[in-house]
Each structure stands twice: as structure tokens, then as C-alpha cells.
């Protein structure tokens, strides 16, 4: 799959549910394949709504069974980690948080992981969609499990 | 109308959008009247997902034409005060922001206030949705134009 067919598949996803975006948003969809090159499999569809030094709202789309890998939001500057909470607004979610265990949820269920605590997760056989609400993202700052990953 | 009967409209709305509350969610929604006993006119429905010390996230429901006063959200304890994001998901919106005016929102639009910056809403004919992604919200210390207005 292409980038640009990820990008029609997660945008034709959130328009099912009902979530609006402007044109722009739309296409700047970003495809996170956290250098894998295997998508379907291991990977994200994002929309950044804002990121400002406080506060970052995002929607995140999985295909059916993609999952995004273990990792872990570290202190940055005296601040603790990013602090971020997954809402689920359509499918199912299993979500891993270390010293949590394993986390299944349905739309409309939540769970808020504390910084610098390693989690995965990954959709059901739907995919799903979760807005994510959280302290200021920083991306390049996240500390992956498998040394092959590259965001 | 009666905080049930405002609760019930407001969770009709949110369900037309599509968005999924769970039933403590739904049966807790909030009614801010601010005090003023004028609901269909100036107030809020709220929906609160999260809200820590360092990040909260909220549907807000507008009927048609209600309004949320002018108010702003001042420095607390060495921190700048509450920075809001509005992203408007159905219905229009009319913000106004000290020093940028007018501003009209549809849905997938939206407008970040900076902290301490007055600010005011209305709903347009249809009514509206918006979500709000801030930092920690404490709505006791939001300051108001009206002194009538106890929130």
C-alpha cells in the first residue's frame, strides 16, 4: 500500500465516522510506517488537530490488526515525559502498558498512560479510531523497543 | 428546561454526531447556567474526558444560539493561565477573541486562545458541537466580564 492509498483508506475511515476535516488536513494525513516498511502491519494514520508547548490533539486511524509498537515518552528539559490519554472512538483497542498489563477497549472507553511508561497497542479485526489528548508531542524524542525503528 | 432535559438534548446531539459516551458519561454530563438561570440562552453542556494537572479534553454542546460569556483564564501559581484549542465538529460557530475579533468556525475549523485572552461563543441556528483540547482546566478561576456570573 501506498502512502497515498493509506491516506484515502484512513481519510474514507473517519469520514464513516463523522469526524470532519479541512481539505488541507486531509492531505497532510500523515503515514507513520516507523521505518519497517510494512504498514499494514506495523503502523499509524495521523491527523495533527494542534501541538502547541502545552497541548497536542490528535486523531489516530488503525487498519484492521495494525498495531503501533512498544515505546516509551522520556523526560525532556526537567519536564516529565508526554503524558497522553486514548480515546476510543470507533473499534476496539488492545492496548499493552507496562505495569498495567493488557487494556481491551470499546468505543467511548479510555485510558490515560503516565510518562516515560512503555505501551503498545494495536486495533481489532475493524481497525479503529482513537483521539489521542495529551501533553506536547516530540515524536523524534520516542524511545522504541526494537532498535530497528526509526519515527 | 430542566438540567435532565438539557442533558437529554445535549446527549441527542452528541449521538446524531456520532460521538460515543459511555452511560456514566452520558448520565453526567454537565449544565453550566452560570448562574444567571437563563440556560437556553447562556449556557453549556459539557462533556469532560480528562482532566489533569497537565492536560484536558471536553465536548462542549450548544444549542442553537446559546452562548458562553466573555471570560479568560488568568496565571495560576507561576503558570501561564488555561490555553484552549475549539475545534468545531458540527453546527457553526461564532468566537470572538480579545484583539482578533469576530471569528466563525464551521465544522473541522478551528481557533487556539491563549491563556488569560477574554473570549466569547455563541451557536448558530443549528446548534453546536466543539471539542476543546487545553491544558488543566479549573473552571473556578475563570474570571468574567459579568459580575453576575458565578461559575
Redesign the interface.
Known sequence: MTDAEARDRAAAMLAE??????PL?RDEIEIADFGLGRLEEVGLQIVV??N?D????KELVLFPQQRCPEHRHPPVGGEPGK?E?F?V?RGTVHLQVEGAGDVVLA????Y?IPPNTLHSFRAGDEGAIV?E???RSRDELDVFTDPQIVR
Open positions: 465516522a463523522g469526524i470532519v476535516l479541512t488536513e488537530y494542534v502547541t502545552r497541548v497536542c490533539a503524558e490519554t480515546r472512538r468505543p467511548g472507553e479510555q490515560t483521539s489528548f495529551s501533553t
